[in-house]
């Protein structure tokens, strides 16, 4: 033996570009860590926003509340979270009001539900990984 240990690597769940994550932050998991636990404190309010701004069948504070969270998924390493923010960003851009938006205000709230539940795990597991408190 030659005394060298092997760097621990932390695995992602498959639908988070690990590849992108390690493209910005190489192996640094616990600033990956502190970059999850910063998008989950800010996750409800923008998602309320977005609650918001259906009820008041405002399209363009939709499109502000989309435009806002959507770079979030980038820094988690959900791309194609990001892309379809970005589609119902487009979507928001030419609608003259929420009644063609029905189907992919509610397709993009679920994914937003759903993302919120991995980055929740996720972020649990590099806590763990971290040896960071619970």
């Known amino acids: 033996m030659n005394g060298h240990t092997l760097p621990k690597i932390f695995i992602f769940n498959e639908n988070i570009d690990a590849g992108y994550l390690y493209s910005l932050y190489a192996d640094d998991y616990q600033y990956i860590e502190?970059?999850?636990?910063?998008?989950?404190?800010?996750?409800?309010?923008?998602?309320?926003?977005?609650?918001?701004?259906?009820?008041?069948?405002?399209?363009?504070?939709?499109?502000?509340?989309i435009h806002k969270i959507k770079p979030a998924f980038g820094?988690?390493?959900?791309?194609?979270?990001?892309?379809?923010?970005?589609?119902?960003?487009?979507?928001?851009?030419?609608?003259?009001?929420t009644a063609a938006l029905a189907g992919p205000y509610q397709q993009i709230i679920t994914t937003l539900a759903v993302s919120k539940t991995l980055?929740?795990?996720?972020?649990?597991?590099?806590?763990?990984?971290?040896?960071?408190?619970?």
């Not at 926003?49 to 363009?60: F, I, N, R, S």
């Not at 980055?119 to 619970?134: D, H, I, R």
């Open 75 to 97: 820094f988690v390493g959900l791309l194609d979270v990001q892309e379809q923010c970005a589609a119902f960003e487009d979507l928001c851009q030419r609608a003259s009001g």
């Open 34 to 65: 502190e970059v999850f636990a910063i998008t989950l404190q800010q996750y409800n309010e923008d998602l309320n926003a977005l609650h918001q701004a259906w009820a008041a069948e405002a399209v363009a504070d939709l499109k502000r509340g």
């Open 119 to 134: 980055l929740e795990s996720e972020y649990l597991k590099l806590k763990e990984f971290n040896g960071t408190p619970l």
